[in-house]
Protein backbone atom coordinates (compact mmCIF):
# COMPACT_ATOMS: atom_id res chain seq x y z
CA UNK A 1 0.00 0.00 0.00
CA UNK A 2 2.88 2.64 0.90
CA UNK A 3 4.85 1.51 -2.34
CA UNK A 4 1.14 2.01 -4.29
CA UNK A 5 1.16 5.89 -2.57
CA UNK A 6 4.90 6.47 -3.56
CA UNK A 7 4.25 5.35 -6.62
CA UNK A 8 0.90 7.66 -7.04
CA UNK A 9 2.78 10.90 -5.79
CA UNK A 10 5.35 10.13 -8.71
CA UNK A 11 3.13 9.39 -11.19
CA UNK A 12 0.64 12.59 -10.77
CA UNK A 13 3.19 15.51 -11.26
CA UNK A 14 4.13 13.93 -15.10
CA UNK A 15 0.62 13.24 -15.92
CA UNK A 16 -0.25 16.82 -14.87
CA UNK A 17 2.80 18.11 -16.81
CA UNK A 18 1.34 15.92 -20.03
CA UNK A 19 -1.76 17.81 -19.64
CA UNK A 20 -0.79 20.76 -19.70
CA UNK A 21 1.44 20.49 -22.40
CA UNK A 22 -1.52 19.06 -24.47
CA UNK A 23 -3.27 21.64 -24.05
CA UNK A 24 -0.57 24.42 -24.78
CA UNK A 25 -0.23 22.38 -27.56
CA UNK A 26 -3.72 22.28 -28.97
CA UNK A 27 -3.89 26.78 -28.09
CA UNK A 28 -0.90 26.93 -30.39
CA UNK A 29 -2.04 25.18 -33.32
CA UNK A 30 -4.57 26.32 -32.64
CA UNK A 31 -3.54 30.13 -33.00
CA UNK A 32 -1.55 29.03 -36.12
CA UNK A 33 -4.25 28.47 -38.26
CA UNK A 34 -6.97 30.90 -36.89
CA UNK A 35 -4.59 33.57 -37.49
CA UNK A 36 -3.67 31.57 -41.30
CA UNK A 37 0.20 31.83 -39.82
CA UNK A 38 0.28 29.15 -43.06
CA UNK A 39 -0.19 31.60 -45.64
CA UNK A 40 3.13 32.72 -45.22
CA UNK A 41 4.51 29.40 -46.02
CA UNK A 42 2.76 29.28 -49.48
CA UNK A 43 4.40 28.80 -52.62
CA UNK A 44 4.26 32.17 -53.73
CA UNK A 45 5.23 33.63 -50.91
CA UNK A 46 8.29 31.64 -49.90
CA UNK A 47 9.19 32.25 -54.23
CA UNK A 48 8.46 36.09 -53.26
CA UNK A 49 10.85 35.81 -50.89
CA UNK A 50 13.49 33.69 -52.26
CA UNK A 51 13.61 36.49 -55.18
CA UNK A 52 13.57 39.50 -52.81
CA UNK A 53 17.08 38.05 -51.04
CA UNK A 54 18.47 37.02 -54.47
CA UNK A 55 18.16 40.48 -56.22
CA UNK A 56 18.41 43.20 -53.57
CA UNK A 57 20.51 41.38 -50.36
CA UNK A 58 23.16 39.73 -52.24
CA UNK A 59 26.12 39.79 -52.50
CA UNK A 60 26.94 41.43 -49.22
CA UNK A 61 28.56 45.41 -49.78
CA UNK A 62 31.93 45.10 -48.40
CA UNK A 63 32.95 48.49 -49.81
CA UNK A 64 35.81 50.00 -47.32
CA UNK A 65 33.53 53.03 -46.52
CA UNK A 66 30.29 51.00 -45.73
CA UNK A 67 33.11 48.61 -43.19
CA UNK A 68 34.16 51.89 -41.55
CA UNK A 69 30.70 53.00 -41.13
CA UNK A 70 29.74 49.51 -39.86
CA UNK A 71 32.96 49.12 -37.43
CA UNK A 72 32.00 52.08 -35.77
CA UNK A 73 28.56 51.97 -35.34
CA UNK A 74 29.26 47.94 -34.08
CA UNK A 75 31.86 49.86 -31.65
CA UNK A 76 29.53 52.02 -30.31
CA UNK A 77 26.75 49.66 -29.62
CA UNK A 78 29.43 47.41 -27.68
CA UNK A 79 30.35 51.16 -25.72
CA UNK A 80 26.39 51.67 -25.86
CA UNK A 81 25.95 48.25 -23.55
CA UNK A 82 29.19 48.05 -21.45
CA UNK A 83 28.11 50.92 -20.15
CA UNK A 84 24.51 50.38 -19.45
CA UNK A 85 25.10 47.28 -18.02
CA UNK A 86 27.85 48.65 -15.06
CA UNK A 87 25.64 51.26 -14.21
CA UNK A 88 22.75 48.68 -14.18
CA UNK A 89 24.04 46.42 -12.30
CA UNK A 90 25.35 49.06 -9.09
CA UNK A 91 21.57 50.21 -9.42
CA UNK A 92 20.07 46.68 -9.52
CA UNK A 93 22.03 45.68 -6.43
CA UNK A 94 20.55 47.42 -3.52
CA UNK A 95 17.11 47.11 -4.67
CA UNK A 96 17.32 43.69 -5.19
CA UNK A 97 18.52 43.57 -1.37
CA UNK A 98 15.50 45.53 -0.50
CA UNK A 99 13.46 43.00 -2.88
CA UNK A 100 14.02 40.15 -1.32
CA UNK A 101 11.55 38.40 0.99
CA UNK A 102 14.25 36.76 3.06
CA UNK A 103 15.77 39.92 4.20
CA UNK A 104 13.58 42.54 4.85
CA UNK A 105 9.68 42.55 5.59
CA UNK A 106 7.04 42.83 3.59
CA UNK A 107 6.33 46.43 3.83
CA UNK A 108 10.10 46.83 2.68
CA UNK A 109 10.04 44.24 -0.24
CA UNK A 110 6.54 44.51 -1.92
CA UNK A 111 7.38 48.39 -2.93
CA UNK A 112 10.64 47.43 -4.35
CA UNK A 113 9.72 44.37 -6.45
CA UNK A 114 6.44 46.70 -7.99
CA UNK A 115 9.58 48.91 -9.01
CA UNK A 116 11.05 46.53 -10.38
CA UNK A 117 8.46 44.83 -12.14
CA UNK A 118 7.14 48.22 -13.51
CA UNK A 119 10.69 49.30 -14.94
CA UNK A 120 10.87 45.59 -16.30
CA UNK A 121 7.61 46.04 -18.10
CA UNK A 122 8.58 48.95 -20.16
CA UNK A 123 10.44 47.17 -23.09
CA UNK A 124 14.12 48.50 -23.61
CA UNK A 125 13.41 50.41 -27.40
CA UNK A 126 10.26 52.45 -25.37
CA UNK A 127 12.84 53.43 -22.55
CA UNK A 128 15.42 54.48 -25.34
CA UNK A 129 12.39 56.37 -27.03
CA UNK A 130 11.54 57.97 -24.15
CA UNK A 131 14.99 59.25 -23.42
CA UNK A 132 15.71 60.04 -27.12
CA UNK A 133 12.23 62.62 -26.63
CA UNK A 134 13.77 64.14 -23.12
CA UNK A 135 17.55 64.19 -23.64
CA UNK A 136 18.11 63.84 -27.55
CA UNK A 137 19.04 61.93 -30.63
CA UNK A 138 22.42 59.98 -29.70
CA UNK A 139 24.19 57.00 -27.67
CA UNK A 140 23.45 58.86 -24.27
CA UNK A 141 20.32 58.12 -24.45
CA UNK A 142 20.52 54.09 -25.48
CA UNK A 143 22.80 54.16 -22.50
CA UNK A 144 20.63 55.42 -20.30
CA UNK A 145 17.52 52.98 -21.68
CA UNK A 146 20.05 49.79 -20.87
CA UNK A 147 21.13 51.03 -17.41
CA UNK A 148 17.37 51.38 -16.51
CA UNK A 149 15.81 47.91 -18.07
CA UNK A 150 19.30 46.16 -16.81
CA UNK A 151 18.15 47.69 -13.32
CA UNK A 152 14.84 45.96 -13.50
CA UNK A 153 15.69 42.77 -15.36
CA UNK A 154 19.14 42.19 -13.36
CA UNK A 155 16.75 43.05 -10.13
CA UNK A 156 14.60 40.36 -10.57
CA UNK A 157 17.15 38.17 -10.84
CA UNK A 158 19.16 38.68 -8.09
CA UNK A 159 16.73 38.62 -5.69
CA UNK A 160 15.39 35.77 -6.28
CA UNK A 161 18.91 33.99 -6.14
CA UNK A 162 18.76 35.68 -2.56
CA UNK A 163 15.53 33.77 -1.46
CA UNK A 164 16.97 30.79 -2.91
CA UNK A 165 20.03 31.00 -0.67
CA UNK A 166 20.23 28.53 2.17
CA UNK A 167 18.94 30.07 5.83
CA UNK A 168 21.10 28.28 8.03
CA UNK A 169 23.98 30.80 7.67
CA UNK A 170 21.75 33.68 8.03
CA UNK A 171 20.25 32.34 10.82
CA UNK A 172 23.51 31.58 12.60
CA UNK A 173 24.63 35.14 12.00
CA UNK A 174 21.37 36.73 13.68
CA UNK A 175 21.51 34.02 16.38
CA UNK A 176 25.06 36.05 17.07
CA UNK A 177 23.75 39.51 16.49
CA UNK A 178 24.95 40.41 13.27
CA UNK A 179 22.74 43.40 11.25
CA UNK A 180 21.74 42.95 7.92
CA UNK A 181 24.24 44.53 6.48
CA UNK A 182 26.61 42.29 7.69
CA UNK A 183 24.59 39.34 6.82
CA UNK A 184 24.53 40.46 3.40
CA UNK A 185 28.39 41.56 3.30
CA UNK A 186 29.21 38.29 4.50
CA UNK A 187 26.48 35.04 3.87
CA UNK A 188 24.27 36.54 1.00
CA UNK A 189 26.92 38.32 -1.38
CA UNK A 190 29.67 35.29 -1.14
CA UNK A 191 26.86 32.39 -1.25
CA UNK A 192 25.64 33.67 -4.60
CA UNK A 193 28.68 35.36 -6.06
CA UNK A 194 29.06 32.71 -8.63
CA UNK A 195 25.40 32.69 -9.94
CA UNK A 196 25.48 37.02 -9.70
CA UNK A 197 28.31 37.15 -12.03
CA UNK A 198 26.79 34.39 -14.58
CA UNK A 199 23.84 36.63 -14.56
CA UNK A 200 25.70 39.88 -15.14
CA UNK A 201 27.55 37.83 -17.85
CA UNK A 202 24.42 37.01 -19.54
CA UNK A 203 23.03 40.87 -19.27
CA UNK A 204 25.93 41.84 -20.61
CA UNK A 205 25.28 39.93 -23.45
CA UNK A 206 21.24 40.57 -24.13
CA UNK A 207 22.49 44.44 -24.09
CA UNK A 208 24.79 43.88 -27.26
CA UNK A 209 21.26 42.63 -28.65
CA UNK A 210 19.40 44.93 -27.46
CA UNK A 211 21.72 47.80 -28.08
CA UNK A 212 21.69 46.56 -31.37
CA UNK A 213 17.84 47.40 -31.70
CA UNK A 214 17.49 50.26 -29.60
CA UNK A 215 19.54 52.54 -32.49
CA UNK A 216 16.18 52.35 -34.77
CA UNK A 217 14.64 55.09 -32.90
CA UNK A 218 17.59 56.90 -32.57
CA UNK A 219 19.49 55.85 -29.16
CA UNK A 220 22.92 55.36 -31.37
CA UNK A 221 24.96 51.99 -32.23
CA UNK A 222 24.27 50.24 -35.25
CA UNK A 223 20.86 49.73 -35.19
CA UNK A 224 20.91 53.74 -36.64
CA UNK A 225 23.06 52.42 -39.08
CA UNK A 226 20.52 49.81 -40.04
CA UNK A 227 17.72 52.16 -39.92
CA UNK A 228 19.01 54.34 -42.69
CA UNK A 229 19.85 51.09 -44.68
CA UNK A 230 16.81 49.74 -44.34
CA UNK A 231 15.03 53.81 -45.15
CA UNK A 232 17.53 53.78 -48.44
CA UNK A 233 17.16 50.56 -49.66
CA UNK A 234 20.76 49.60 -49.50
CA UNK A 235 19.98 45.81 -48.37
CA UNK A 236 23.39 44.59 -49.30
CA UNK A 237 24.73 47.40 -46.44
CA UNK A 238 22.09 46.05 -44.28
CA UNK A 239 22.84 42.11 -44.86
CA UNK A 240 26.87 43.34 -44.36
CA UNK A 241 25.96 44.98 -41.06
CA UNK A 242 23.93 41.73 -40.11
CA UNK A 243 27.11 39.00 -40.47
CA UNK A 244 29.42 42.45 -38.39
CA UNK A 245 26.78 41.58 -35.80
CA UNK A 246 26.42 38.01 -35.99
CA UNK A 247 30.20 37.31 -35.62
CA UNK A 248 30.44 40.03 -32.60
CA UNK A 249 26.88 38.09 -31.42
CA UNK A 250 28.65 34.53 -31.50
CA UNK A 251 32.14 35.93 -30.14
CA UNK A 252 30.41 37.62 -27.27
CA UNK A 253 28.27 34.16 -26.47
CA UNK A 254 31.95 31.96 -26.40
CA UNK A 255 33.88 34.77 -24.29
CA UNK A 256 30.70 34.70 -22.18
CA UNK A 257 30.56 30.29 -22.04
CA UNK A 258 33.87 30.39 -20.91
CA UNK A 259 33.36 33.37 -18.69
CA UNK A 260 31.11 31.31 -17.16
CA UNK A 261 32.67 28.37 -16.65
CA UNK A 262 35.92 29.69 -14.94
CA UNK A 263 33.65 30.48 -11.92
CA UNK A 264 32.14 27.19 -11.88
CA UNK A 265 32.27 24.90 -8.57
CA UNK A 266 35.33 23.10 -9.54
CA UNK A 267 33.69 20.33 -7.52
CA UNK A 268 31.38 19.66 -9.87
CA UNK A 269 30.79 16.84 -11.97
CA UNK A 270 29.72 16.96 -15.31
CA UNK A 271 26.86 14.64 -15.74
CA UNK A 272 27.20 12.47 -19.48
CA UNK A 273 24.02 10.50 -20.26
Not at 7 to 29: A, G, N
Not at 41 to 56: D, P
Not at 187 to 214: C, D, H, K, T, W
Not at 229 to 254: E, R
Request: proline fraction near 4%; charged fraction near 10%; aromatic fraction near 16%.
Amino acid sequence: MILNKSYQSIRLPKMSFFSLFVILSFLTFWSLFNLNYLRFFSRISIAGTLELISNYFFPPNFDPKVRKSIEFALLETLQIALIGTYFGIFCSLPLSILSANSLTPKFVHIPFRFILSAIRTVPSLIWALLFVITFGLGPHSGILAITVYTTGFLGKLQYETFEGLPSDSIQALKALGAGKIQIVRYVVLPESGNSLISQIIFMFEYNVRASSIIGFVGAGGIGFLLQLYIAYFHFSAMLTALIYLLVVVVIIDFLGSKLRASFQDPSYDVLNI
